[in-house]
């Protein structure tokens, strides 16, 4: 055989603007396959989501097309990579088959992922396989953004990491990095669909019949989707640069647009940042932010862009600090002691608060795997400040639901919302439900929607604490909000 290389997909889902993928490639003379190992025993994890994973095996299929189309191949695999690598190299010796010569894949940043790669990396060095990482989902990387690079000192605050951030951007690396995309666009547009751009498939590999693997996509869709409770939308690099480009159109408005739940204000595309079927440079290219900076004007591109820098932040602060993903960022806030009332977080899991639009956000979320940024913010206030629960239970239930599930935003947006975490809210700003309520859904539209039950109740009784709303048999508050707030700061307050 002539030389051949793998490229370990993980959350890299896509062919265009991946750097490994085009570095084995191009080692290879197109000679690259495609591998994603798979462990069963993850569907036993007490956070794995059915409806998540029904998705990322939707954009698992959508880049195994993708790559066949363009003469290549993607195996997936029930197969810890600890245990798929050397079975593979012992195949390759017993067969007297050229081992492959390289073995590739995009980093990863959360603590299980790093350990994990680092004994990746060295079993195949110990194996004589050569191997290279790349960036790729985050524009820098933890590493990168430094508040001091000689001894290490990372940011524990967003606006300054962001200047730097910004200041990073606007330098020769960081335009290379966004104009290194361009050819995404191209891509999805069909102009750069080479049939033959790859130039090997997994049988002339495994075309004996004791090759040691699989395919295992269809069991995992077979066993999954008995446990699927939403529609799943379309995955995919093309679905997701159809919505990228849906957005840019409202991109200028998004600033005004953004808090308000009923109307299409946001972007829509973390659940394909998420899965890699789409990057953060990618975005920024077609969105043309390339050129903005800190100190501009407000507006809905900057803004937009300033979210991002949002998401790259907390993946610093997981990176730096892998144990925020177990227990509170502030040490002062790690023995709060939650009350942990089962039957209000039932009632909170459910839609059955008496909250209207905390009972939304969670029906929404039940119904879709999907909750608008800013009800997710009152639900999580709601959570740990109103009905007194550890942070860490609506982090797990958010994670079990959530279609765009990602440990690092997730765990850092609920430890702002719990004021535990990096540059928090202040414990002592606490959301009211009927303000915000008021506030960001003045006529109920998106209550509405999701409350069947108040779809005929005047607007007047949706943000009115003391409204009556049992004609329209709604249940009455669990809590009082005042009393709650009151009781949250004695909480936070002791040492």
């Not at 004994?119 to 050569?130: A, D, Q, R, S, W």
């Not at 891509?187 to 997994?202: H, I, S, T």
């Not at 600090?321 to 942990?340: A, C, G, K, M, T």
Request: charged share 25%; proline share 6%; aromatic share 14%.
């Amino acid at each position: 055989m002539a030389p051949w290389g793998i490229h370990w997909f993980r959350r890299d889902l896509r062919i265009v603007g991946n750097t490994a993928l085009r570095e084995n490639w191009q080692q290879t003379k197109g000679r690259t396959l495609g591998l994603f190992c798979f462990d069963s025993k993850f569907l036993g994890r007490s956070d794995f989501s059915s409806n998540r994973f029904a998705f990322f095996l939707k954009t698992l299929k959508a880049l195994q097309k993708d790559l066949r189309e363009r003469g290549g191949d993607l195996l997936v695999i029930d197969k810890l990579p600890q245990k798929a690598f050397p079975q593979l190299l012992s195949y390759c010796q017993k067969k007297q088959l050229l081992p492959p010569s390289i073995i590739t894949w995009s980093r990863d940043y959360e603590p299980f992922a790093r350990d994990r790669d680092a004994e990746i990396e060295k079993l195949l060095k110990e194996n004589g396989v050569f191997t290279k990482t790349n960036r790729d989902h985050l524009l820098f990387e933890p590493h990168e953004i430094l508040k001091n690079e000689k001894r290490g000192e990372f940011y524990q605050i967003y606006s300054p990491f962001a200047r730097r951030w910004f200041e990073a951007l606007s330098r020769d690396e960081g335009q290379l990095r966004i104009a290194s995309q361009k050819g995404a666009k191209s891509y999805f547009e069909g102009n750069r669909r080479d049939p033959n751009l790859f130039k090997l498939r997994w049988q002339a590999i495994s075309k004996t019949q004791d090759f040691p693997w699989q395919d295992a996509m269809e069991s995992f869709e077979q066993i999954n989707s008995k446990q699927v409770t939403i529609p799943i939308p379309e995955a995919g690099f093309h679905r997701a640069y159809e919505q990228l480009l849906l957005f840019k159109s409202d991109l200028q408005s998004y600033k005004e647009r953004r808090d308000f739940p009923s109307v299409s204000g946001t972007s829509r595309l973390a659940q394909f940042l998420k899965n890699g079927s789409l990057t953060v440079p990618q975005i920024i290219y077609e969105l043309k932010l390339k050129d903005l900076h800190w100190t501009s004007t407000s507006h809905g591109p900057l803004q937009f862009l300033k979210e991002l820098v949002w998401r790259e932040f907390y993946y610093s602060i997981l990176f730096h600090r892998p144990d925020v993903e177990v227990q509170s960022f502030l040490p002062h806030y790690r023995n709060i002691e939650w009350e942990n009332n089962e039957d209000f977080f039932e009632r909170w899991k459910e839609g059955t608060t008496g909250f209207p639009i905390v009972d939304a956000g969670m029906r929404e979320l039940r119904q879709t795997g999907w909750m608008h940024n800013r009800v997710r913010m009152i639900v999580a206030s709601f959570l740990t400040k109103d009905l007194l629960i550890d942070w860490r239970w609506g982090e797990h239930h958010f994670m079990k639901e959530l279609l765009d599930g990602d440990l690092a935003p997730n765990n850092g947006g609920w430890q702002w919302a719990a004021s535990t975490g990096c540059d928090p809210q202040p414990y002592f700003r606490i959301f009211n439900p009927w303000l915000q309520g008021a506030k960001f859904d003045p006529d109920g539209a998106y209550i509405k929607t999701f409350v069947s039950e108040l779809r005929e109740a005047p607007t007047k009784v949706l943000h009115n604490p003391e409204g009556d709303r049992k004609p329209w048999k709604y249940p009455d508050p669990i809590v009082n909000h005042r009393a709650q707030s009151a009781k949250a700061l004695l909480l936070y307050r002791r040492p």
